[in-house]
C-alpha cells in the first residue's frame, strides 16, 4: 500500500503517525508498526516492546533489538569504502 519502491505498510504491519492509547488494541494483531506518538505511558508499557525508538525531542535513537543492532552494524568493507568517501570529500 504505502512506501514506494518497497510495499512496506499494509494489512499486517500498521503505518499511524498520530497514536493514542485508545488505538492499543490495534497493535495485538500486527506483525510490526511505526506509530507517532507524545504520549510517555504507551514507551512504559510491556505488550509494545519496540525494536529501536526514535526521540524527536532528543534527537536520539536506541535500539533495542539484538537482530536489529547486528543488522546495523557496519562491515569491515562498508567501514573502509566510508573512510574512503570522507577522504575524497574533505580533501
Do not use: H
Amino acid at each position: 500500500m504505502f512506501g514506494l519502491p518497497l510495499q512496506i505498510y499494509g494489512n499486517e504491519i500498521l503505518l499511524m503517525p498520530l497514536f493514542c492509547l485508545n488505538d492499543i488494541k490495534l497493535l495485538e494483531n500486527m506483525k510490526g508498526y511505526t506509530i507517532g506518538t507524545t504520549n510517555l505511558l504507551i514507551f512504559q508499557m510491556e505488550k509494545l516492546k519496540p525494536d529501536a525508538r526514535y526521540d524527536i525531542d532528543k534527537n536520539e535513537l536506541k535500539i533495542y533489538s539484538k537482530e536489529l543492532k547486528l543488522a546495523l552494524k557496519a562491515t569491515n568493507y562498508e567501514t573502509k569504502l566510508i573512510k574512503k568517501i570522507l577522504n575524497v570529500i574533505v580533501l
